[in-house]
């Protein structure tokens, strides 16, 4: 079965950077977008950006451009967000996604990063 | 960007209520619109994509509606495990963005 599995949790001190790991199995790595969202506590969910696994062609959203980045390793069927300059509001659950036709079918069971001085 | 604005924020219901959750896009998006039920520390998981669309394995007393501008989740008759915050989504463009959520109380 499809299978998405995170990284643990990551406690960082504001300016450090971090990266959230997620392996996939049960299909074919590089057949669907795999996207990362976050959530901080007691908010909503927000979209941070995709890359397609078979290319590595990334898009993010604007309000993390030029501190995130997406990349994967398809020989370990891993996705990787790498976040840097880290902020206490950058607190928050990140989950990997993947996408089957313009829906997030699977997720990851998200990695708590702590960002505190 | 798409705001999404979901109502209402959070909702009181007793058992066997039908429910209904309403999402507002801020353009037309035609029906590119899906939704999710979370529980208390877990993921997302997907209910209904393509607006009305039920997700293999998901019971039938969820539905969906809407097209355009305005979409509606609605829970037929709600059970003690329908407890759970709700999120819309819209996949028309990226970035892609969520409402804000709904949850649902007993």
């Known amino acids: 079965q499809v299978q998405l599995v995170q990284s643990g949790a990551e406690g960082k001190t504001p300016g450090a950077s971090v990266r959230v790991s997620c392996k996939v199995s049960?299909?074919?790595?590089?057949?669907?977008?795999l996207h990362w969202v976050r959530q901080a506590p007691g908010q909503g969910l927000e979209w941070m950006g995709r890359i397609n696994p078979n290319s590595g062609d990334t898009i993010y959203a604007q309000k993390f451009q030029g501190r995130v980045t997406l990349t994967r390793d398809t020989s370990v069927t891993t996705a990787y967000m790498d976040l840097s300059r880290l902020r206490a509001d950058d607190t928050a659950v990140y989950y990997c996604?993947?996408?089957?036709?313009?829906?997030?079918?699977?997720w990851g069971p998200g990695t708590l990063v702590t960002v505190s001085s | 960007d798409i705001q999404m604005t979901q109502s209402p924020s959070s909702l009181s219901a007793s058992v066997g209520d039908r429910v209904t959750i309403s999402c507002r896009a801020s353009?037309?998006?035609?029906?590119?619109v899906n939704w999710y039920q979370q529980k208390p520390g877990k993921a997302p998981k997907l209910l209904i994509f393509a607006a009305s669309s039920l997700q293999s394995g998901v019971p039938s007393r969820f539905s969906g509606s809407g097209s355009g501008t305005d979409f509606i989740l609605t829970i037929s008759s709600l059970q003690p495990e329908d407890l759970a915050t709700y999120h819309c989504q819209q996949s028309y463009a990226n970035p892609q963005t969520f409402g804000q959520g709904t949850k649902v109380e007993l």
């Open positions: 353009q037309a998006i035609s029906s590119y």
């Open positions: 996604a993947r996408e089957w036709e313009l829906r997030f079918d699977s």
């Open positions: 049960g299909y074919t790595f590089t057949a669907h977008y």
